[in-house]
């Protein structure tokens, strides 16, 4: 697994128990050496939280490759070391833990080094981080994932697949989403190893795949001389094999996202019959399809009337609505540096759909992206209005997934603590509706 640039992780921070008594709180720490070294040189870390923490070097304790140790036991251990591919586990005893939310962490970390002269001894290495700390709430009456979308960059950048499902994980996510194209090795034949990690990783990290990203790419011979449109056979086609590919894979849900011929996101004519082609094998396969309604389209559209209209006339119960957020967004997002107004697509400011019109549609919502864009130290939301999107949503007997799809800066790692906000936020509110 791959580790964080900063010093201080954020996967692993989280208050401990003793039975049914919260007697402290852990957090990592990434080797900032070169190498690694025997755990002998560690000369302790004293660790700050706001107001709250304040102790010294010798108070926390240490867990290196899955051993346990104060620091004077470090002192005296022989063989005991702190690789530099392992984080350091570090656990500060606090009373009742710490509270949910973003904490400011602050380390001093002190280690000797036999080749500097002693007078410059231990080198010491000071970190200040704003993390959050990993949501102990049950949050009401959804079930939560992450899609893999929120690390786009990170992922095979920063970040490989057994990270990332770590991240999923620590958050106390129970679902992983993924984009087939983007996160399975070798598409669409991944190779029965790639398979068999992919099984293994969701077993070792107690994680189901909940939806499925796939594409009918109907401009896929768009250019040059012989330039056509994808027939509905062709789209057929490539939305079985990605139902294929995705129950291989374990998944329920398969969102396949329709080429489109508007501004308003209307779907190329030829999906209509490209589904009704794949109902019977959806049904054999019992798996859903589930076109998003995503910004710029409103749910009062005819794009939603017409997905609706083909569940009513088949009579299939695989075949629903995924829900995208973002519809629901009521501030602007904030321009790029650099960027004009008016240089963008006017949805980035929000449609501000009314949570209220889920009503509407809510018996034929499978599945939720909960899309964000920005979630500030205060855990306050700057764009998607939380509270009365999860109250219509519990209100209409909703009880799926919400999988959140962070898609803000994408400055390495900073997805990852979005999605620790997000994951604290909307468990919050919810457990309060």
Same mark, same amino acid.
């Given at each position: 697994?791959?580790?964080?640039?900063?010093?201080?992780?954020?996967?692993?921070?989280?208050?401990?128990?003793?039975?049914?008594? *919260?007697?402290?709180?852990?957090?990592?720490?990434? !080797?900032?050496?070169?190498?690694? !070294?025997?755990?002998? @040189?560690?000369?302790?870390?004293?660790?700050?939280?706001?107001?709250?923490?304040?102790?010294?070097?010798?108070?926390?304790?240490?867990?290196?490759?899955?051993?346990? %140790?104060?620091?004077?036991?470090?002192?005296?251990?022989?063989?005991?070391?702190?690789?530099?591919?392992?984080?350091?586990? /570090?656990? *500060?005893?606090?009373?009742?833990? @710490?509270?949910?939310?973003?904490?400011?962490?602050?380390?001093?970390?002190?280690?000797? !080094?036999? %080749?500097?002269?002693?007078?410059?001894?231990?080198?010491?290495? =000071?970190?200040?981080?704003?993390?959050?700390?990993?949501?102990?709430?049950?949050?009401?009456?959804? =079930?939560?994932?992450?899609?893999?979308?929120?690390?786009?960059?990170?992922?095979?950048?920063? !970040?490989?697949?057994?990270?990332?499902?770590?991240?999923?994980?620590?958050?106390?996510?129970?679902?992983?989403?993924?984009?087939?194209?983007?996160?399975?090795?070798?598409?669409?034949?991944?190779?029965? +190893?790639?398979?068999?990690?992919?099984?293994?990783?969701?077993?070792?990290?107690?994680?189901?795949?909940?939806?499925?990203?796939?594409? /009918?790419?109907?401009?896929?011979?768009?250019?040059?001389?012989?330039?056509?449109?994808?027939?509905?056979?062709?789209?057929? +086609?490539?939305?079985?094999?990605?139902?294929? @590919?995705?129950?291989?894979?374990?998944?329920?849900?398969?969102?396949?996202?329709?080429? *489109?011929?508007?501004?308003?996101?209307?779907?190329?004519?030829?999906?209509?019959?490209?589904?009704?082609?794949?109902?019977?094998?959806?049904?054999?396969?019992?798996?859903?399809?589930?076109?998003?309604?995503?910004?710029?389209?409103?749910?009062?559209?005819?794009?939603?009337?017409?997905?609706?209209?083909?569940?009513?006339?088949?009579?299939?119960?695989?075949?629903?609505?995924?829900?995208?957020?973002?519809?629901?967004?009521?501030?602007?997002?904030?321009?790029?540096?650099?960027?004009?107004?008016?240089?963008?697509?006017?949805?980035?400011?929000?449609?501000?759909?009314?949570?209220?019109?889920? +009503?509407?549609?809510?018996?034929?919502?499978?599945?939720?992206?909960?899309?964000?864009?920005?979630?500030?130290?205060?855990?306050?939301?700057?764009?998607?209005?939380?509270?009365?999107? @999860?109250?219509?949503?519990?209100?209409?007997?909703?009880?799926?997934?919400?999988?959140?799809?962070?898609?803000?800066?994408?400055?390495?790692?900073?997805?990852?603590?979005?999605?620790?906000?997000?994951?604290?936020?909307?468990?919050?509110?919810?457990?309060?509706?």
């Amino acid at each position: 697994m791959l580790l964080e640039r900063e010093l201080l992780q954020s996967i692993g921070f989280r208050n401990v128990r003793e039975g049914d008594r *919260v007697t402290g709180f852990q957090l990592r720490l990434r !080797m900032p050496s070169y190498r690694g !070294m025997a755990a002998s @040189l560690i000369d302790g870390v004293a660790v700050r939280v706001g107001d709250l923490v304040d102790v010294g070097p010798d108070v926390p304790l240490w867990t290196l490759q899955g051993e346990t %140790y104060t620091l004077r036991q470090l002192w005296d251990s022989e063989g005991a070391r702190w690789p530099l591919e392992d984080a350091a586990v /570090i656990t *500060v005893p606090f009373d009742g833990g @710490l509270p949910e939310g973003v904490h400011e962490v602050s380390i001093e970390l002190r280690l000797r !080094m036999s %080749y500097i002269p002693i007078e410059h001894q231990p080198s010491t290495y =000071r970190a200040t981080r704003r993390i959050t700390l990993s949501p102990e709430t049950d949050g009401g009456p959804f =079930r939560y994932g992450v899609s893999l979308y929120s690390f786009m960059h990170d992922f095979g950048t920063v !970040m490989d697949l057994e990270t990332a499902f770590a991240h999923v994980a620590d958050v106390g996510a129970t679902g992983i989403e993924i984009l087939g194209e983007g996160h399975v090795a070798n598409y669409p034949e991944p190779p029965t +190893a790639w398979i068999d990690r992919w099984f293994a990783l969701l077993e070792q990290y107690r994680l189901e795949p909940t939806n499925y990203g796939s594409w /009918i790419d109907t401009r896929l011979h768009s250019s040059g001389p012989n330039a056509r449109d994808l027939t509905a056979a062709e789209g057929a +086609a490539m939305l079985q094999r990605d139902l294929r @590919l995705a129950k291989r894979l374990g998944f329920r849900f398969v969102r396949p996202k329709i080429g *489109v011929v508007s501004s308003d996101l209307v779907p190329h004519p030829t999906w209509t019959e490209a589904v009704e082609r794949s109902l019977d094998l959806a049904h054999e396969l019992d798996v859903v399809i589930c076109p998003e309604i995503h910004s710029p389209t409103p749910i009062r559209h005819e794009v939603v009337d017409d997905y609706i209209g083909l569940i009513q006339r088949t009579g299939t119960k695989h075949f629903g609505l995924l829900l995208d957020t973002g519809i629901f967004q009521d501030r602007p997002i904030p321009l790029k540096p650099g960027e004009l107004p008016g240089q963008r697509p006017a949805f980035l400011d929000g449609i501000a759909v009314d949570p209220a019109d889920i +009503a509407g549609i809510a018996e034929y919502v499978v599945f939720i992206q909960a899309k964000f864009h920005d979630i500030d130290d205060d855990l306050e939301d700057q764009q998607i209005p939380w509270r009365p999107v @999860l109250q219509a949503l519990k209100d209409a007997g909703y009880t799926g997934y919400l999988s959140s799809e962070y898609e803000g800066e994408r400055t390495p790692w900073r997805a990852i603590e979005q999605v620790r906000r997000q994951h604290s936020l909307i468990r919050g509110i919810a457990a309060t509706l």
